[in-house]
């Protein structure tokens, strides 16, 4: 049946910034329908009883990214206020609350093909949105499916909740392991600064429009972004997001070229390149910010700071260590992450299964 014959649909309201409060009942927007930790805005004034959001109250997100704003959710929190882009949902008799939220993610991904606007924020009218359709068996028939994609989702989300954890331990064990490091002094060490040790360049400023097709790495704040055909600096390098960014850092084996928004390194001084690279990842650089409305780093503000600085030979003793744990490290992520992809595929084969009769 079509889902304007089953449902209606209650769009929320528009609440302005200026409207927000400190206190009063929360504004339930998309973001806090995909993360339970999201921040509210709150609301004060006074209101409709129609976009009033109880515990229990099936709710459709029908604007935003594709693959990560759309869905159905029964909300299971304190009672809300309804923001734009979502739908409250009254069912008639004939269908279960819990089958409609399973039978709207099962035809999830058949919404976001309908969608209009422009890439990145799109929506579906409501118009598109009751014309999709969805099998409604008896009652009891719907029961029993509910019963077990409940079942079935509920391992699904302990599976998950495994495998995200595993992923943290592994990058926790390596960052631990990073920080041991550089805060254990040993013999030969040397008590100096970072600005004797090294010296940080600002990266080059380069448009899209002024790069020229070919394979130099041009490196942002952010990472690779883009490519050149002309190199600036000759590898290996080390390159830290000094505007917007900020503090990540890249290591390069291949000549690039470093932007604006980043600082290099220009001069290693006879230090092991990878070693300086693991030192930076370890280096918390953003309460160095500028203060600035745009956060930013200078590199006045890092040579200054004190270090413990170890030999060269023990340099590449913790780049081998490191280097060896990183790869360990990177192996179970990507185990990890074939995990939580796999899980995702099987939510989506038990739907499939259970609104095509062959649950």
Aim: glycine share 8%; net charge neutral.
């Amino acid at each position: 049946m079509k889902l304007g014959e089953l449902f209606t649909f209650k769009n929320g309201r528009a609440f302005k910034k200026e409207e927000w409060s400190e206190d009063g009942l929360p504004i339930i927007r998309i973001q806090n329908l995909n993360n339970a930790n999201a921040a509210f805005n709150f609301f004060s004034g006074q209101y409709s009883d129609d976009i009033l959001v109880k515990s229990g109250d099936l709710l459709f997100s029908w604007s935003g990214t594709v693959g990560s704003s759309f869905g159905s959710h029964i909300w299971s929190r304190e009672p809300g206020l309804l923001n734009q882009h979502i739908f409250r949902i009254t069912l008639r008799d004939t269908v279960e609350k819990s089958y409609a939220y399973y039978a709207l993610k099962y035809i999830t991904e058949a919404i976001e093909e309908a969608v209009s606007g422009a890439v990145g924020l799109v929506h579906i009218t409501k118009e598109k949105l009751i014309e999709f359709t969805i099998p409604v068996p008896p009652l009891l028939e719907q029961q029993r499916i509910v019963g077990i994609l409940d079942e079935a989702f509920e391992g699904v989300a302990t599976a998950k909740a495994n495998a995200e954890k595993n992923l943290q331990n592994a990058r926790a064990l390596f960052e631990s392991h990073l920080q041991s490091v550089f805060t254990q002094r040993g013999k030969g060490w040397l008590r100096t600064t970072i600005g004797d040790q090294l010296m940080l360049q600002r990266g080059f400023d380069i448009t899209k429009h002024a790069q020229n097709e070919g394979g130099v790495p041009v490196v942002s704040s952010g990472g690779i972004k883009s490519f050149h055909d002309k190199a600036m600096v000759k590898a290996p390098g080390v390159v830290i997001g000094r505007k917007g960014t900020l503090g990540k850092v890249f290591y390069l084996d291949i000549d690039f070229w470093p932007h604006d928004t980043t600082l290099w390194v220009k001069e290693f001084k006879g230090n092991e390149p990878r070693f300086v690279y693991y030192f930076f990842f370890g280096l918390d650089v953003k309460q160095m910010d500028s203060g600035t409305a745009n956060p930013a780093l200078n590199r006045n503000q890092v040579h200054p700071i004190e270090i413990d600085w170890p030999p060269i030979p023990q340099q590449k003793a913790f780049v081998a260590t490191l280097d060896a744990l990183s790869e360990e490290t990177q192996r179970l992520e990507s185990i990890y992450q074939q995990k939580l992809t796999a899980l995702e595929a099987l939510k989506k084969s038990l739907l499939h299964q259970a609104f095509t009769g062959a649950l």
